[in-house]
């Protein structure tokens, strides 16, 4: 089971970014999917999930700037990053969840700047 995240980079703030991230492999069916994020010495923390049905639920700090969507035949997960701030810069990482398997899933991560 693999979970390529793809779309970090530099931006300025102000700036936008879109991550996506695909699951592929054995991974049986998906349930809920998400973006996390962590900086040095941190715990990782939730940025936006999606249940397959589409409810959506954001940490405060990005309601109203960051939109999550998913394509469920694509098994893939997307993170539209609106108006980005430097407090925004992190490794941002995808997690899919199977709940028929008990199984969590997280890609590698993508580092995302926010320059001042």
């Known amino acids: 089971v693999q979970l390529q995240a793809s779309g970090g980079g530099l931006v300025q703030a102000g700036g936008s970014l879109r991550l996506s991230c695909a699951a592929s492999?054995?991974?049986?069916?998906?349930?809920?999917m998400g973006w996390y994020r962590q900086d040095p010495g941190k715990q990782r923390e939730l940025v936006a999930t999606i249940t397959r049905n589409g409810i959506t639920n954001y940490e405060d700090s990005v309601k109203g700037r960051f939109t999550i969507s998913r394509d469920n035949a694509k098994n893939t997960v997307y993170l539209q990053m609106n108006s980005l701030k430097p407090e925004d810069t992190s490794v941002y990482y995808c997690?899919?969840?199977?709940?028929?398997?008990?199984?969590?899933?997280w890609g590698k991560g993508t580092q995302v700047t926010v320059s001042s």
């Open positions: 997690n899919a969840k199977n709940f028929l398997r008990s199984a969590e899933y």
């Open positions: 492999g054995s991974i049986g069916s998906i349930n809920d």
